[in-house]
């Protein structure tokens, strides 16, 4: 079957999109997914902090610009065009799905959701609350949201609009007060809220008596079998990531 989503990131342009059963279209921005950072990811990449986990990266612009940065990055993505784009820049990442086991899970000092990936696995419930497993006591989720007020689920599939279409799949579309409501029944509260560009932003933190325990960046990276070693000797909390090649 033809991958409508990896073909348009080895041609780095659209036209691509979400297409619900009923017909209702979502255009993807195939062409900014593709280019280096703009504006406003420039806006979310200055609040990240220590070590970060990119979760559903696409074709890695804000990993290489992390690492650019100096930061400890790692994308992880469930299409593998788009975690081999993100390695021809430069960045580290895996196959991997944001549920499945991953390296140094509740050691990463931010977590990225950007470019509506809040929509993942169609309940943002269950995936903040996965987030919180993987960030460390204090860590810091900053997510791209809807730009109006929604907060609805569908079963999806990636459609190029000429007669290619992926597989369904659950996604959800968020905006920033259902995501604060949602967070909050978790725990989480609002660091900042902003928009740049005609996209919106939230910062959130879980607080800490709500904070469960978390397994060992050991245990979690020993469990992937993995190949090559990526190392941060960060003085007080040094965190081993051990990145698959899954190519």
């Known amino acids: ?7 348009a990131l ?11 059963p009923d017909g209702w279209l979502l255009p993807l921005e195939v062409e900014r997914w593709c280019a280096g950072p703009d504006a406003a990811d420039l806006s979310a990449l200055r609040e990240c902090r220590g070590a970060v986990l990119d979760i559903g ?26 975690v081999a784009h993100t ?12 549920f499945d086991p991953l390296p140094a899970e509740g050691r990463w000092d931010t977590a990225l959701l950007i470019d509506g990936n809040i929509g993942i696995g169609g309940d943002p419930l269950a995936l903040i609350r996965r987030v919180g497993a993987l960030l460390s006591p204090g860590g810091l989720l900053l997510a791209e949201t809807a730009p109006v007020d929604v907060d609805e689920r569908a079963r999806v599939r990636i459609d190029d609009g000429r007669g290619a279409a992926g597989s369904l799949f659950d996604w ?9 409501r949602h967070a909050r029944t978790l725990g989480w509260y609002p660091v900042r809220q902003w928009a740049s ?7 959130l933190r879980r607080r800490a008596s709500r904070l469960p325990a978390a397994r060992t960046a050991s245990q979690s990276a020993d469990s992937t079998n993995s190949a090559a070693v ?4 960060r003085g007080r909390k040094p ?9």
């Open 1 to 7: 079957m033809v991958d409508p989503y990896a073909e």
């Open 10 to 20: 080895r041609s780095g342009r659209g036209p691509l999109f979400l297409r619900r």
């Open 57 to 82: 990266c696409g074709p890695g612009r804000l990993v290489a610009e992390l690492a650019a940065r100096g930061h400890l990055v790692l994308g992880i993505d469930v299409n593998e065009a788009a």
């Open 87 to 98: 390695r021809r820049l430069g960045g580290q990442a895996l196959v991997r799905s944001v």
């Open 172 to 180: 959800a579309r968020v905006g920033t007060p259902a995501l604060l």
């Open 197 to 203: 560009e005609g996209r919106s932003f939230v910062a």
């Open 230 to 233: 990526i190392s941060s000797q």
């Open 239 to 247: 965190l081993p990531v051990r990145a698959v090649a899954d190519s």
